[in-house]
C-alpha cells in the first residue's frame, strides 16, 4: 500500500486575523491534488484555530501547534487534547524542536504527550531531530532514534501517527539538508521502526521533512522514495506552499 503524501503548514506563532483570512483565502482558492493524492494539514496558533477550521475548504485539515500533557485542570495558560478534541480539530503537533530547545520538553515528555493525545483520539505530527552539534559529532541516529524510542515506549497503535524528521539546523535557517541526506535519515528511521515497532508500522507510517522546505527544492525532496511529504514553516505561510503541496504529483507519477 503506498503511503499518502502528507503536506503539513506550521504557521507558528505569526498572524493577526486579517492575515489568516488572506492566507486562508488563497489556500481556498488554489488548484491542487485531490485528497486521495495529497493530505494537507495547516496549523495556526490556538486563537485562530476555530476561525480557520470555519473559513478553510472542507478537503484541508487543521491541526493545533501543541496540547498538554495529561488531562485539563489547575495548568494556567495550557490547552487540553480534549479541548482539541471538543473543537474538532483532528490533529495536533507535538515535540516540535523550538518546544523541545526554548521551554526543554524531554523525549519522554514527549513521549507522553503523544500517547495521552492519541488516546483522546487526536492524530499527532510527532517531531523529531538532531541539532547541528549533534550532526557534526555523528550522533544523527542515536538521537533521532532515541527521540522515537520516546514515542514507541508509549504507543501501540501508530495508524493516527506522522512523524516529521526535521534537522534543526536546516529550520529557519535556509540551509536544507539535501535530498540525500533527508533520504538517508528517513531510510534509517524506517529500519528502525521495522526492527523495534514491527515491519508493518515501518512499511504504511508516514515519515515527512520540514527543514527549509520551499517551491524550489520540495520536488527533489519529495521524490526521495522515504521522503512521505513535509512539515513546512515559513513557506506555509505564503503562495508556495501551493506548489509545495503539489510536489506531491511527484510520488504519483513515480
Known sequence: MARKFFVGGNWKCNGTAEEVKKIVNTLNEAQVPSQDVVEVVVSPPYVFLPMVKSILRPDFHVAAQNCWVKKGGAFT???SAEMLVNLDIPWVILGHSERRALLNETNEFVGD??????A???KVIACVGE???QREAGSTMDVVAAQTKAIADRVSNWSDV???YEPVWAIGTGKVASPAQAQEVHDELRKWLAKNVSADVAATTRIIYGGSVNGGN??????QADVDGFLVGGASLKPEFIDIIKAAEVKKSA
Open 162 to 164: 506522522v512523524i516529521a
Open 218 to 223: 520540495c520536488k527533489e525532496l519529495g521524490g
Open 77 to 79: 495558560g495550557e490547552v
Open 113 to 118: 504527550k503523544v500517547a495521552y493525545a492519541l
Open 120 to 122: 483522546q483520539g487526536l
Open 131 to 133: 541539532t547541528l552539534e
